[in-house]
């Protein structure tokens, strides 16, 4: 006799492969700019496959709590503690930087921060100049 058992989020792939993936919630997919959290499974079956599945799901969840809790923090800011926060972020982005002129580098990292739909209070001319 044999049991089959279908592990929640779990896809399978062609040539066996598995997939974990999960669809984040609404506020999370919104900070993170993606729909699915998913990730190619190493594990094909057995056991090894289910403390995978469960580590993947332990994972998912520390990320939407993580997330959560940085936006419920964000949310209690004043404005004008908001807007040093995101001062001394686009600091530390520039110093990281690398380009020949200074006014590039931050022309560069300000449209890479709009490009990927971050924070707003970030790219804006007046944070970053």
């Given at each position: 006799?044999v049991?089959v058992?279908?592990?929640?989020?779990?896809?399978?792939l062609?040539?066996?492969?598995?997939?974990?993936?999960r669809?984040w919630?609404?506020?999370?997919a919104?900070?993170l700019?993606e729909?699915?959290f998913?990730?190619?499974m190493?594990?094909?079956?057995?056991a090894a496959?289910?403390?995978?599945?469960e580590?993947l799901?332990?994972?998912?969840?520390?990320?939407?709590a993580?997330?959560?809790?940085?936006?419920?923090q964000?949310a209690?800011?004043?404005?004008?503690?908001?807007?040093?926060?995101?001062v001394?972020e686009?600091?530390?982005?520039?110093?990281?930087?690398?380009?020949?002129?200074?006014?590039?580098?931050?022309?560069?990292?300000?449209?890479?921060?709009?490009?990927?739909?971050g924070?707003?209070?970030?790219h804006?001319?007046?944070?970053?100049?």
């Amino acid at each position: 006799m044999v049991v089959v058992m279908k592990l929640k989020y779990v896809d399978d792939l062609s040539g066996g492969r598995k997939r974990f993936r999960r669809r984040w919630p609404k506020a999370v997919a919104e900070v993170l700019g993606e729909t699915f959290f998913q990730v190619p499974m190493k594990a094909r079956e057995g056991a090894a496959l289910v403390s995978e599945q469960e580590a993947l799901q332990s994972h998912f969840d520390s990320i939407v709590a993580t997330v959560t809790q940085d936006a419920e923090q964000l949310a209690r800011l004043s404005p004008r503690e908001r807007w040093r926060q995101a001062v001394a972020e686009a600091g530390r982005l520039l110093e990281g930087s690398r380009g020949r002129d200074e006014d590039e580098i931050r022309q560069t990292v300000a449209d890479d921060i709009a490009q990927r739909q971050g924070d707003p209070m970030l790219h804006r001319p007046d944070t970053l100049f």
